[in-house]
């Protein structure tokens, strides 16, 4: 990996993290939760302040981050805590919807960042709207009468609002009919088309060209960088869901080291397609590509982490969400085990990602 590569990973990484923990940050601040320790990283203390009764940390291993709340333990007692004496700023005293808001917000910030950068992202170059550029001489869509220009905006009931939008249905729907919903000249039309299998590319094909950025009015640019956030979402789910039915394997999955080589490749690719242009272009270049990573990368924590595994936010909201409805929480030692199990299997998880990325990186 290249200076600038290490540099930029080190940045998406400390963006990434640093918005999710700020989230559980801002919101604890908010609902008069004690903040003992943000923290930027694990391990060791590289260097750390203290402000207002709260100690600011960047640590040695750029992976990971806090937001240590007075009176939180995440559901597993330290029995060598000493006991709490303010009371009144501690997190288990405070209202079962104020915690809740807590927990969620590192996710909802990471969705918000992820958001921003679509908007700053789109509005310099544009969305690949889901208009039709070309055919395929003699596939489905040519034999249907879909034409160049067309826009398409719905696949049986799924809307599709970008070109990725279409293409992640295919994906996950491989050779099924679809009735296509399309607008020419501003009227609506449909049509049935059955995909057809093409060997030299290895998937179910339309026969259809698109995937061009078109500029967006600054209205359009908020639409846009809406259904970006919402592909993103969206591609997460269905790729989880396809894990769990077998279409897909564990090791499509990338940790730290998958991430570290895609900003390397993608770093090399920007410096190989503008290494005739100017400093600014190229710069405006590498921006741009890895500000969409960032997009990628921010919309996946943030579903990652509402998924209802112990251990994580997702898991922490379920028992939350529990004690709302059931009026009590559910007693520590129970929760307590759960968590456990859940630490032992993300421990377990992250171990076999870090060996499937390396495995990847030199094979």
């Known amino acids: 990996m ?35 320790e943000f923290s930027i990283g694990m391990g060791p203390r590289l260097f750390s302040t203290v402000c207002n009764g709260t100690r600011y940390s960047l640590k040695w ?20 805590a000493e006991p709490i004496t303010d009371e009144e700023h501690c997190f288990t005293n405070k209202s079962v919807w104020s915690r809740i808001s807590i927990v969620a917000a590192g996710p909802i910030f990471n969705f918000l960042l992820a958001f921003v950068l679509a908007v700053i992202v789109l509005s310099m170059a544009g969305s690949d709207k889901s208009i039709v550029t070309g055919l395929v001489e003699g596939y489905p869509a040519q034999e249907a009468g879909l034409q160049a220009g067309d826009e398409i905006v719905k696949l049986n009931s799924e809307p599709i609002h970008i070109y990725r939008d279409l293409q992640l249905y295919l994906m996950m729907n491989p050779g099924k009919e679809l009735d296509v919903t399309y607008l020419r000249d501003g009227e609506k039309h449909t049509t049935t088309i059955v995909p057809e299998y093409s060997e030299e590319d290895g998937a179910w094909l339309m026969g259809i060209y698109g995937g ?14 809406w259904y970006e956030l919402r592909y993103n979402v969206l591609a997460v789910i269905k790729s989880l869901g396809m894990l769990f039915t077998g279409d897909l394997p564990l090791t499509s999955f990338s940790g730290p080291v998958g991430i570290a080589t895609t900003v390397d490749d993608i770093v090399d690719e920007v410096n190989e397609a503008t290494v005739d242009s100017s400093f600014s272009d190229r710069a ?36 939350l969400i529990i004690e709302a409805l059931r009026g009590e929480p559910i007693p520590k030692e129970k929760e307590a085990i759960v968590h456990v199990a859940g630490f032992i299997f993300l421990f377990l998880f992250m171990i076999f990602i870090l060996f499937s990325d390396i495995y990847k990186a030199f094979v």
Request: glycine content about 10%; aromatic content about 12%; charged content about 10%.
């Open 61 to 80: 291993v750029p992976f990971g981050g806090s937001c240590q709340m007075l009176g939180d333990d995440n559901g597993i007692p330290d029995p060598d």
């Open 284 to 319: 405006i270049s590498m921006f741009l590509t890895l500000a969409n990573f960032v997009v990628l990368i921010s919309a996946n924590l943030g579903v990652m982490n509402l998924l209802p595994i112990p251990a994580m936010d997702g898991g922490r909201l379920v028992f």
């Open 2 to 36: 290249n200076p600038f590569s290490l540099v930029a990973l080190l940045i998406i990484l400390g963006l990434v993290i640093f918005i999710h923990e700020f989230g559980h940050f801002v919101l604890a601040k908010k609902n008069g939760v004690g903040v003992i």
């Open 212 to 225: 061009i950025r078109y500029e967006l009015t600054w209205l359009e640019t908020f639409e846009y960088s």
